[in-house]
């Protein structure tokens, strides 16, 4: 029987790359802040893409696992905060990830960043991608269909970086231009996506790393009027109960990629801990059900 992703289109070895991965241990001294200064010093970006590329083999040089981010219009309304587009925390976010990836497990990654558009020819290639700042994501119905038909021939939507009920309720109504008749479902601490590699006690948050260093909490204090801080993970399915999409509400991952090396406290409590692990846990639940 042919693998579900290979439906799409995708290669079956890029597919599967994250199944078929040994992890290396994870340790809680795990080196602090590589990915920040590897950004701001060239020579080591270098050096490290080249060995990333070193490891493909030529032969399977498209047999990899790609981290793709999704390119979106934005809406600009009040109450979604500052500059933030679709390329939040990027490229350090998305490199950083990579690198980490390469380091820290046996697959076999591209490097580089790879931004993607919401076109067939595009999707088609990634059999997971990435979506920030999801409050401020806008479709039309072109694009809707195609994010449609990619989650439910085999695609996998990581949706992250949006909080509060102004951000959910944008959110909310251009997935149901995608899905008009699904819903999201909230998963508990029980699922399996939080203990499929890593086992969590209780479910991650990242919060942005400014709201972390000045006032010392969890979430983003930014829409003080929220009664509900807490975070959320909800799974959208397709019909054979195969997960299409997760969406990390009140959880700003990309910032616990990007920032890991600006700050001990902050890699230490989330970036190590929870940003890195709980994204491996995504990747491995995402490719191998």
Known sequence: MK???????????????????????????????????????????????????????????DDVFTFARLRFNAERGWGYGGGRLWDDDSPEADLNVIFRLYE?????????????????????????????????????????????????????L???????????????EQFKRIFPKREPVELTLDHPIFHTVYKFKKKPQIPSVGAYLQYGVSYDPGWPYEKDHDPHYYAVYDDKQHMMMLICHNNHYGDGWEHEGDDHSYFDTFSQPMAYPMLFNILVYAMSH
Not at 16 to 41: C, E, F, K, N, S
Not at 51 to 61: D, V
Not at 158 to 172: A, E, L, N, P
């Open 3 to 61: 693998p579900r992703l290979a439906r799409t289109g995708f290669k079956y070895a890029a597919a599967l790359a994250v199944l078929l991965t040994i992890l290396l241990p994870w340790h809680a001294d795990a080196q602090y802040g590589r990915g920040w200064r590897r950004m701001r010093t060239n020579p080591e970006e270098v050096r490290e893409n080249e060995l990333m590329e070193k490891a493909i083999n030529p032969a399977f040089k």
């Open 158 to 172: 990581m949706v992250d970086d949006f909080w509060g009920d102004d951000q959910w309720q944008h959110f909310y």
């Open 104 to 156: 820290t497990t046996s697959m076999k990654v591209r490097p580089g960043v790879n931004y993607i558009d919401i076109t067939t020819n595009d999707l088609r290639n990634y059999p997971f991608v990435y979506v920030a700042a999801a409050g401020r994501l806008v479709l039309d119905d072109d694009q809707a269909a195609i994010l449609r038909q990619y989650m439910l021939t085999g695609g996998f």
